[in-house]
T-cell receptor
């Protein structure tokens, strides 16, 4: 059964720092891996999706990488801003059965201090 | 704006009451999902619908029923609410179940409290 882990659970950094959020998964047979952002009291917003055949995806100041062999994905945020404060979740989509649902990590709560 | 719309946003129920959470998407997506989010547990799949006319159980289906009314709408029903069903419920949709490049789009959530 796929398990997705995100460490640390919370992270606080000063504005302007570059940072890396980590995501690990136990079953390397994944369709894709997605990173989401969740603001307090809101739904999830998709940030980046990496297909199993890809190594990384970039969008603006965000770069996500995928290493299936080691069961790891990272989300790199460059030049962090207070507006980046949110909870970031990763989710792995597997091939298993007919479900094809995403297995979510519990998230990393990021706080960027001015 | 195109997206996933959930109603109601907030609801308080007494134990044993029933209610239905509504979800509609206007992106012509085939697959729709209901998740619940609890502190320390992350998001867990309750039910999903791969396409119109089909529904399947997810990880935590007990105490819930769903209806895929048409391609746009997917409702979640609690027949006899229990305090353990206090949670934030999210509806989501994607173009199709097996697409490797299909992004999941979420609604804003429905916060349910069962007393």
């Amino acid at each position: 059964k796929q398990e997705v882990t995100q460490i640390p659970a919370a992270l606080s950094v000063p504005e302007g720092e570059n940072l890396v959020l980590n995501c690990s998964f136990t079953d390397s047979a994944i369709y894709n891996l997605q990173w989401f952002r969740q603001d307090p009291g809101k739904g999830l917003t998709s940030l980046l999706l990496i297909q199993s055949s890809q190594r990384e995806q970039t969008s603006g100041r965000l770069n996500a990488s995928l290493d299936k062999s080691s069961g790891r994905s990272t989300l790199y945020i460059a030049a962090s801003q207070p507006g980046d404060s949110a909870t970031y979740l990763c989710a792995a989509k597997g091939y298993g059965g007919s479900q094809g649902n995403l297995i979510f990590g519990k998230g990393t709560k990021l706080s960027v201090k001015p | 704006n195109a997206g996933v719309t959930q109603t109601p946003k907030f609801q308080v129920l007494k134990t044993g009451q029933s209610m239905t959470l509504q979800c509609a998407q206007d992106m012509n997506h085939n697959s729709m999902y209901w998740y619940r989010q609890d502190p320390g547990m992350g998001l867990r799949l309750i039910y999903y619908s791969a396409s119109e006319g089909t529904t399947d159980k997810g990880e935590v289906p007990n105490g819930y029923n769903v209806s895929r009314l048409n391609k746009r709408e997917f409702s979640l029903r609690l027949e006899s609410a229990a305090p353990s069903q206090t949670s934030v419920y999210f509806c989501a949709s994607t173009e199709r179940l097996g697409g490797s490049a299909n992004v999941l789009t979420f609604g804003a959530g429905s916060r349910l409290t069962v007393l």
